[in-house]
């Protein structure tokens, strides 16, 4: 026998980190995000005994738009190019002043 589910399917636009983080947090809450989304929308439109989600603890899931594939913040590597060409810059004259160029 075919999946009849109980709901009608209805596709919505999410960006992939934002879908990638919903599974991930949703699992945290020992749910899917079907489960996620449909306790926010009952939530949303005030149905009776529907209460606001609780949302789980910051760091207990990885964001996946703010890490790179081996889990390093996406800022570090930035952060460490910055370095490098700052240290390519000609130093500054004593006393901060600024020259003409």
Not at 15 to 27: H, P, R, T, Y
Not at 74 to 89: F, G, H, I, N, T
Request: net charge neutral; proline share 10%; aromatic share 4%.
């Amino acid at each position: 026998m075919p999946n009849k589910p109980k709901t009608q399917h209805r596709s919505v636009r999410i960006g992939d980190d934002d879908w990638s983080d919903l599974l991930a947090a949703a699992k945290v809450q020992g749910t899917d995000r079907a489960g996620a989304i449909n306790d926010l929308i009952a939530w949303y439109l005030r149905r009776p005994g529907a209460t606001m989600p609780k949302r789980p603890d910051a760091g207990s899931w990885t964001s996946e738009a703010t890490t790179t594939p081996l889990g390093e913040p996406k800022l570090v590597p930035a952060l460490e190019a910055l370095d490098e060409l700052r240290a390519q810059l000609p130093e500054r004259p004593a006393g901060g002043e600024e020259t003409n160029r």
